[in-house]
């Protein structure tokens, strides 16, 4: 699969303090020209501060203002604090509707929010919480270069070979911390006569992060595309969102091209083996659900009818959608960092938002909220445990597998 | 005139606007003042620093906007309130400096009366996430106005806003009473008699309609009750093409006298516009050539009302030639009215080469039988201006019917013109303003009035409005009641040229 992407000349010059490069100006200009804000509302930080700092049209707006110079870009790091990553507002942009890819204005607005703070960061200008984003993300590299962790522990008896043409891809955090959806899946596709193997050592992909990483960042990209070719891999099936947007669309921009073989995410890869009739979901789950879109799948790479196919073909579900296009106004709180920064920057915002899409899942009457993501997963039992809300959180798989019969 | 002296912002201020709204919302770093300097009409970017607040905050109840005015008042200082910076008539720009209260914050829903069928917002509420919010109820906010999914109701409140289904009355038909806060301070419910959710009193002067469309001069207003509507069942858009704007024209007579009651608009697209969107509109469906102007109408009911009323519109569109442009087009065009509203990269140079423009948008009010005089007129000029300076571009005009609850009249009457505002100079932007009263001449010289939904205080208007436009009876009104109700001239000062109202003797 070819996914789209523009290549901006920001993502390799070098900003200064007072100044940005034309090219910079110029784009910043074209959000700034619009003055629809249609990114504004949609936008689950602005729709809790109120403040329109917090969004595109602000953080292109801010540049703009360096660009002339009215304002120097050390001002701009707390700022630029203020952002999930999730790509709602460039998915909403007019931009990026109807001119982005002829004018190659698309707005990019989760790649800009990295290439800002990075800047800082090399300038030297620290911003709040800066410290402590870029301490979780070295801990993450820490804990991979001493090999603290074991990425294939969760596969131990399950007998999946280190090679094949259709590999089932995932970094650290679902092979650590979500190993029972990871475990389910693999049975799943077991189940349906999938030939597959996993790789040993998988390097971390944080998407919208390597950059902080420099040249390790880079090395790491290189690393996971040896590791599959050498697999022998032709198909990637991707259990995790966040990995999904680093092969698809992280890989590219950073090394220029596209990875050498196809990355399928893995509800699109399930749905399709039940479309077959490889699986069929027979013993009924009797529950109220909705779903919840990961900003990765739904905003990001625009797949959401999948997961919403897998639970319509589950029998004895009764399934309340919110349209994908409504949820462009949600997100869990966690955001598109696998480093969970977000979370570190603004702890109470991000709780908030993910309280208030819990409360907007109990609105639709559902006892259960579907997830699609590890991420979501464990943001949304935190917000649970912490707010004391009475929802069931079930990853996709949990369920299909309880229609299975798969333990 | 007696010279106006203005209180500086300095830290002392901070610190007080700091206890009234908490810290995180006072926004001093330039970034955040130069982001809330313009407003979505054609902007002197070269100098983005003549309007630059000192400071800005983010008030969240109608006290907190109270204590600032109150300290605004007591110190002199300019106030600019900023809704979501989408008008058109600079009404949020400010002139000289001062404190920009920007009310986004004030966000929530008050109230649902399902049984008065009205709802009560905080003004900083965005138009289409109200409706979002009703619509869980099974309730529509009918507010069809372009900027509908960013404009918020405090600014649709302050400039008088205008909205495309006209059937359902504009923003002053749809409110029923106000929480305003007057340039001192002092906190007024103002409505129909004394009645928060009545719809019409006729006791006391009709002061609620001095509290819309004053575009900031007049004080703050905060909470809202607004008329909320039953979902209509279906939503039936149908497009017609014509063979000339003449033959367009002549029929959009014929539509406004048809009586259909569920016609929630009608809009005539010129020939400049239907070139315009041939040339650079990316969502544009290829019509036959032959087809050089056209009227969309878009209709709301019940299904069966609906139905009847379709039929009736093809057989008077047929009457003067108008063909069906098809389901897809309609529909299309129609879901997508909100979207298109402004795109840089559509604006051409004389060479054809795109730029970095930016879009002004007309809004006299012109009657029905003087449109075709002022479309021939307002082309003219534009496409002499054009041709002198090159950094203007006519993307064509529209023309919607204006009256509230009937359709005939008079058009709102929009001529889109393209400005190449990142490569503005003083000299270029003097041009512009010159071709805006040019433009704003045409409209008076047939009895219309420059501004049927933004407001009359552009630069390039203003100036015909207070001299030309409004009998000066009127506007010595105006400046009597600006005097009395803010007598430090802090409420959006320079706008509408009301400092003459401080003028000694």
Known sequence: ?407 | MAQLVYGKVDGYIIERLAKIVGDANVLTEPHHRFMRASSAAPFPLHKWHVHAPDVVVLPGSTEEVSEILKLANERKIPVVPRGAGTGLADGAVPLRGGIVVDIKRMNKILEIDEENMCVTVQTGINNNTLDIELKRYGYWWPFDIASYPCSVIGGNLGTNAWQLGAAFGHIRDLVRSMVHVLPTGKVIKVGEGGGRKISKSSVGYQLKYLFIGHQGTLGITTEATLEMFPRPEVEFPAFFGYRSFMDAWRNALKIAKSGLRTLATHIIFDEEKIEALRRDDEAYIPLPDHIKSVIATAFYGTEAEVKGAAEKIFEIAAKDGGIYLGEELSEGDWASRHDRYHITYHGRHLDGQVGTYSWHCEDAAVNYSALPYVVKKWHELAKEWKQKYDIFDDMGGFYYNNNSFKQWGDYLSEIDIFIDEYHLTEELWQKWLELKRRIAEVVLEVGGSISAAHGGTRPGDVELVVTKELDPGVYEIMKMIKRNLDPNNIMNPGKYLLDSAYEEG
């Not at chain 1, 620290?126 to 410290?131: A, E, H, P, Q, Y």
Request: charged share 25%; glycine share 6%.
């Open chain 1, 1 to 407: 699969m070819t996914t789209a992407y523009t290549y901006k000349p920001w993502l390799v010059e070098k900003w200064k303090d007072d100044w940005v490069p034309e090219e910079v100006a110029i784009d910043c200009y074209a959000t700034f020209a619009c003055r629809h804000k249609f990114c504004r509302e949609v936008c689950p930080v602005y729709q809790e501060t109120g403040n329109e700092s917090h969004i595109s049209y602000g953080f292109h707006v801010a540049l703009l203002s360096v660009s002339r110079g009215y304002e120097k870009l050390h001002n701009l790091g707390n700022t630029f604090t203020y952002c999930l990553q999730c790509g709602a507002c460039q998915l909403r942009c007019p931009n990026t509707l109807f001119t982005g890819d002829f004018y190659r204005i698309t707005n990019e607005h989760n790649v800009l929010v990295t290439k800002t703070r990075n800047e800082l960061l090399r300038l030297g200008f620290k911003f709040k919480g800066s410290d402590d984003m870029l301490k979780a993300i070295n801990q993450i590299v820490k804990d991979t270069e001493e090999a603290r962790l074991s990425l294939t522990e969760w596969a131990k008896d399950l007998d999946l070979p280190r090679y094949g043409e259709t590999i089932l891809f995932t970094d650290y955090f679902m092979a650590t911390q979500m190993t029972n959806i990871l475990r389910l899946i693999a049975k799943i596709l077991k189940v349906a006569g999938i030939k597959f193997g996993i790789i040993e050592n998988p390097k971390p992909t944080l998407p919208y992060e390597l950059d902080y990483l420099g040249e390790k960042g880079i090395q790491y990209i290189k690393e996971n595309i040896e590791a599959l070719k050498k697999a022998g891999a032709k198909t990637v099936i991707v259990p995790d969102p966040h990995v999904y947007v680093s092969l698809t669309k992280e890989y590219p921009r950073l090394t220029g091209s596209e990875v050498p073989f196809d990355v399928v995410f893995v509800t699109d890869y399930i749905w399709n083996l039940i479309k077959e009739g490889k699986l069929v979901p027979k013993k009924p789950v009797n529950k109220k659900v909705t779903y919840h879109d990961p900003c990765m799948l739904n905003k990001v790479s625009g797949i959401w009818e999948s997961p919403r196919n897998i639970l319509k073909s589950i029998p004895g579900i009764e399934f309340i959608d919110e349209d994908h296009v409504t949820q462009w106004y949600y997100c869990c709180g966690n955001g598109a960092s696998e480093a969970r920064t977000f979370k570190i920057l603004h702890e109470d915002l991000s709780y908030r938002i993910g309280l208030k899409r819990l409360n907007r899942a109990l609105d639709t009457g559902a006892k259960t909220l579907a997830v699609a993501c590890p991420h979501c997963n464990e943001q949304f039992n935190e917000v649970k445990l912490k707010s004391k809300t009475e929802i069931e959180i079930l990853d996709i798989f949990e369920i299909l597998a309880e229609s299975l019969e798969i333990r």
